[in-house]
């Protein structure tokens, strides 16, 4: 057919991003719509919600919502720049980081071109890379505990160096699906020598919030000091504004300028506009909340160790653990109303990833349903 002669063959053949599966779509596939309570801890989302006070507000703005999103973020970017203490000229903000990864493919990746990250790692950048031609390289983090360390990277640069040159690479710090990260001093290792060498650094801390070790780093901080680091920040997990997408960029002016330049029209809703600034006006509040989340997770790192069930130690909302036949125990799981995430879908094949309730019942739920189900397994095996 001559339509497909027209059609970009890697956009056609492209490998699409395999999403949670919603908690409506298991209600409707398994549960016929009954009326039955699902547990959704596939796409560590921040389970407490929003917070009643933004949504009182957020019920007034809908009242504008027949117009136009003010395409400049006038407010939301001064919010910004005066939060994080950076210049508006060093600021994007897209419809969630992953838009604003692609953008950021559009601005520095051509065919051809080599990325580097530890793998795994969250699967749009796999996913971009292909869209755009590039190569997208990895050395592999090494169990029990996936540590993103400064001499792997480095080395393993050295390595590349002599035969190829990496254009861009990637670090995502926590790391999606092992919880794991680089420290601050590691960080700032790379990052010399990134800059020495000419290598674009895309810093990802979606997760930054949860992070409780006292060497984490803060990329913002980092950022004035090396123009070569894209650091990547989200309000969908800490802020519980997921369904609202909105994602940041910072880096040195000339990238956001390009990125601004192709950034589409109107690409930040109203609602997710106000939302981020009634958010960053509470964000002790915010903040406090983090403190059950991580108490959350080290009460599930004894009920793992008290079942035998070996786990990576995180350092976000979320926990990687390792089970046989990983795609039974999902499956049945759901039979049960849990949706969890097979770390498969992640190149993390043996692992199901499972986002950490602040809501002590909730993560007993999910113990008591992982029970049934790997008792079943045993007594079937």
Not at 106 to 126: C, K, M, Q, S
Not at 143 to 162: F, G, H, T, V, W
Not at 195 to 210: C, G, M, N
Not at 345 to 371: A, W
Request: glycine share 4%; with cysteine.
């Amino acid at each position: 057919m001559w339509i497909e002669q027209y059609i970009d063959r890697r956009a056609y053949n492209l490998q699409r991003y395999k999403a949670g599966k919603p908690i409506e779509e298991i209600k409707r596939e398994i549960f016929g719509n009954k009326d039955v309570r699902i547990l959704k801890l596939a796409s560590n989302e921040n389970l407490f919600g929003v917070d009643k006070e933004i949504l009182r507000k957020l019920k007034k703005d809908l009242e504008g919502v027949h117009y136009y999103p003010d395409d400049s973020m006038y407010y939301l970017l001064h919010k910004l720049s005066s939060f994080y203490g950076v210049d508006i000229d060093n600021i994007t903000v897209g419809n969630g980081v992953v838009e604003i990864i692609r953008y950021i493919f559009h601005v520095l990746v051509r065919e051809g071109d080599n990325l580097f990250a530890p793998h795994p790692t969250f699967a749009i950048y796999y996913i971009d890379s292909n869209l755009f031609g590039a190569n997208f390289l990895t050395y592999n983090l090494q169990p029990p505990n996936y540590e993103i360390k400064a001499d792997d990277i480095i080395q393993n640069l050295k390595k590349m160096e002599k035969k190829t040159k990496v254009k861009v690479l990637v670090i995502c710090s926590p790391n999606n699906p092992t919880g794991s990260i680089i420290t601050n001093s590691e960080l700032i290792e790379v990052l010399k020598y990134a800059l020495e060498k000419e290598i674009i650094v895309i810093l990802d801390e979606a997760y930054f919030e949860f992070v409780d070790h006292p060497e984490y780093h803060d990329g913002i901080k980092l950022f004035k000091n090396f123009e070569n680091v894209i650091v990547l920040r989200t309000f969908s997990k800490v802020f519980s504004l997921a369904g609202l997408r909105v994602g940041i960029a910072v880096s040195n002016k000339h990238i956001i300028k390009a990125i601004n330049n192709i950034r589409l029209p109107f690409n930040v809703n109203t609602l997710a506009q106000k939302a981020v600034i009634y958010s960053l006006e509470i964000y002790p509040k915010i903040l406090r909340r983090i403190r059950k989340i991580i108490k959350e997770k080290y009460y599930l790192y004894k009920r793992f160790e008290k079942i035998g069930i070996e786990y990576i130690p995180t350092y976000s909302n979320f926990i990687a653990i390792k089970v046989d036949d990983h795609m039974r125990v999902y499956n049945d799981l759901l039979r049960r109303g849990i949706i969890v995430r097979p770390a498969s879908d992640m190149n993390m094949g043996s692992y199901i990833r499972v986002t950490i309730s602040p809501f002590r019942q909730d993560n007993e739920l999910f113990i008591e349903k992982l029970g049934e189900v790997l008792g079943a397994r045993s007594s079937s095996g």
